[in-house]
């Protein structure tokens, strides 16, 4: 989007929200139904998308308005498609914005994930999205159509830390995933975004924490929460920017400013300042942390025999 160009408005656009019954996706299907859209959120729990569908309606904005809740699950491309399908039928024809906020995180040990934690995972982090976008660009590019696509990343799409082996690895992937759509896309006028979302207590976030190491919940503490409001208006409002990536927080863009790749900056100013600052700060933050993790090793040995994760 050019320097002087008109913002995009999802006033009386229609948006589809995957994830939107809950934490991220319900505060993002929210902030586009109080700017006066007519919102579509995707999400597998009927009782949770019946419930998110009344919250909805609290910030409904005029009568003319539309709602909908559809129960897909999105891990497969048949799901994707589904789903992708029947936003079209209720919208009579393409939607305008998608939001893929589904995804999960099963922190863990690498040793101690089994097959099919890793698979899973994998799925729940890099799939989920990747499918929708699959089904969604597809359709739009048979009804010859633009359209905008928003992934969610997390600062994790940036950097690795313990614990999230299974889960770090799907985020990365959907970094290349939106790059390399970016680039691809310019063919169809079809914009991509992504966020890269630091932590947020969202009630997946509470469910994480239940297999997340202590040691990682410890080095997390660095990160400083964004409530999924403000995740919610991050995202929305870098859609309507038409910028391509945004960072929840100052550590998410000093993660982002450090390995770029070929996304354009944010911003021209300040990313190479907070590249300059990652110059530092980064393997300071890193000695630390390997000193940490390494006089850790020997509880460590004692949590994995109590387990039975080795003999
Ligand atoms: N919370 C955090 O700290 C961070 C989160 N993120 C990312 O942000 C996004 C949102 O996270 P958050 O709001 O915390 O998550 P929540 O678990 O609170 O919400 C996830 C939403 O996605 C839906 N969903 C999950 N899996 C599927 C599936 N296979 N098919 C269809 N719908 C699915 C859930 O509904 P249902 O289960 O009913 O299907 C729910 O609506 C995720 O992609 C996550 O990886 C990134 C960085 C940090
Ligand atoms: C400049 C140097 C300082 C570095 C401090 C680094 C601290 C660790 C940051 C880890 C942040 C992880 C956030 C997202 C996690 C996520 O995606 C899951 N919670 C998914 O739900």
Known sequence: ???????????????????????????????????GA????????????????????????????????????????????????AAWE??????????????????????????????????QAFWVQAFSARAISKKLVQDNKKGKIAFVGSTVSHMGLIGYAP?????????GLAESLRSEFKLYG??????????????????????KPSITKKIEEDDVPVSPDKAAKILVNGVEAGQYQMGGNILADIFAASSRGAAPASNALFTPILDGIAWIAIPVWRMLTDRMIKKSAQEHRAYLAGKKVVE
């Not at 909805?56 to 399908?85: D, H, I, P, V």
């Not at 079809?190 to 297999?211: C, K, R, W």
Request: with cysteine; aromatic share 10%; proline share 4%.
């Open 38 to 85: 007519n919102v579509i959120i995707v999400a597998r729990n009927v009782e949770k998308l019946e419930a998110a569908v009344q919250e909805l309606e609290k910030e409904r904005q005029n009568e003319q308005q539309r709602f909908k809740y559809l129960s897909f699950e999105l891990n497969s491309l048949a799901g994707a498609e589904g789903a992708t399908a």
């Open 167 to 175: 889960y770090a690895p799907g985020k990365y992937a959907l970094k």
């Open 190 to 211: 079809i914009d991509i975004h992504i966020l890269f979302a630091p932590t947020m207590h969202t009630p997946g976030f509470d469910v994480e924490q239940q297999t």
């Open 1 to 35: 989007m050019g320097l002087f160009s008109k913002k995009w408005s999802p006033k009386g656009k229609t948006c589809v929200v995957t994830g939107g019954s809950q934490g991220l996706g319900l505060s993002t299907a929210k902030l586009l139904a109080r700017k």
């Open 90 to 123: 209720f919208n009579g024809g393409a939607p305008d914005a998608f939001f893929l906020c589904a995804g999960s995180a099963t922190p863990m040990y690498f040793i101690e994930a089994s097959e099919q934690d890793l698979v899973k995972s994998m799925e």
